[in-house]
């Protein structure tokens, strides 16, 4: 009897940003390049961006094809229902094998319900592989639009990739210096890019390479950068900073929404047990799971330490994990790095360290577990 090999799974990409940030003009420059040929870009309407120069024809009822090679579709009604029809024409050769896809939400747009929509569905998560989401920031108006709208800093917060634009209109290089250290203030582990950086920089480099195969865990972690970012913060909170930084009285801002958003990283060099992960996962996202904007890791289980798994969640949502042939770095510690909305990172090292066995001067916080039946006490 012959088997059937599951098709490696498809890269999937989400493009967002900010209104006026400047998606259009990025995504025109991106289809236009090689390296994003066989590509399907799912939007809400094809006339709300100016793609016109590139359509060539119709192909199907809400899908062009583009001059790049790529194919063009609307969001209608249900971006699952659009997955799935895309993988049913392509299994059923009604479409081009398309070999990635790329999602440009609108500019208010929260990316997490996208992330949702192909992490938690059976089998959209077998047949697609988040790459990342990639974020436009307008170099002119993004301080302004962080300090005015929430929504913005959470595209910037979930984000792997950071595309910067409209620097060449910006004056004052001293605020685009400001823009850039906020923005990696609020997430370290995301790259930030100009707006001509290569197409392959700006989709790729993510989890997954473009033949569905993991790749650079360690560059999709970036937990050096965010544990850097720790020790300044905790350094700037003690008094051990440079009081002449021009930065130091946005604490006192009212209006920057980007203060209750933070990353951290926890760690551990004792491989884990599966169970163990498993539960601290469970309690964390079911007591704090609207607070957990992103969740990124690689772990050492105790069960396979040679064969490490890869982490990735979203809010109340935990993908099933991947596991890994081999460790990316000789860095074998087991790192979770979270993205948190109004969540301090105490309260999730304590559970962390309940879980691990680990000595705690404190108590794990009652408060935030108070809404979950479960209880650490075996």
Known sequence: MTTMTPPPPIPLTILTGFLGSGKTTLLNRLLKDAALRDTVVIMNEFGEIGLDHLLVETVDEGMVLLSAG???????????ATLEDLLRKRDNNRILPFKRVIIETTGLADPAPILHAVLYHPYLSMRYAVE???????????????????????????????????????EDKGSLDRLRERLHRLNPGAALLEADAPAEAVISGGLFGLDGKIADVAQ??????VEEAERK??????????????????????????????????????????????MFLDLLRSSQGAKLLRVKGLVALAEDPEHPVVIHGVQHV?????????????????????????????????LWNAFLGRPAVDEPDAAALSDNPLSLRR
């Open 70 to 80: 790529c194919l063009c579709c609307t969001v209608r009604g249900d971006l699952i």
């Open 132 to 170: 990342g989401v990639v974020t436009v920031v307008d170099a002119l108006n993004g301080a302004a639009t962080l300090d005015a709208h929430r929504e913005a800093v959470k595209q910037a917060a979930v984000a792997e990739r950071i595309v910067i634009t409209k620097t060449d209109l910006v």
């Open 220 to 225: 999709w972690l970036k937990t050096e950068a």
């Open 233 to 278: 913060s905790h350094a700037h909170q003690h008094g051990h900073h440079d009081h002449h930084g021009h930065d130091h009285h946005h604490h006192h801002d009212v209006n920057r929404h980007d203060e209750k958003i933070r990353a951290f990283c926890l760690t551990s060099d004792e491989p884990i047990r599966q169970g163990t992960l498993d």
């Open 318 to 350: 935990v993908h099933v994990p991947a596991v890994l042939p081999r460790w990316p770095s000789d860095d074998r510690r087991s790192r979770i790095v979270f993205i948190v909305d109004d969540l301090e990172r105490d309260t999730v090292e304590k």
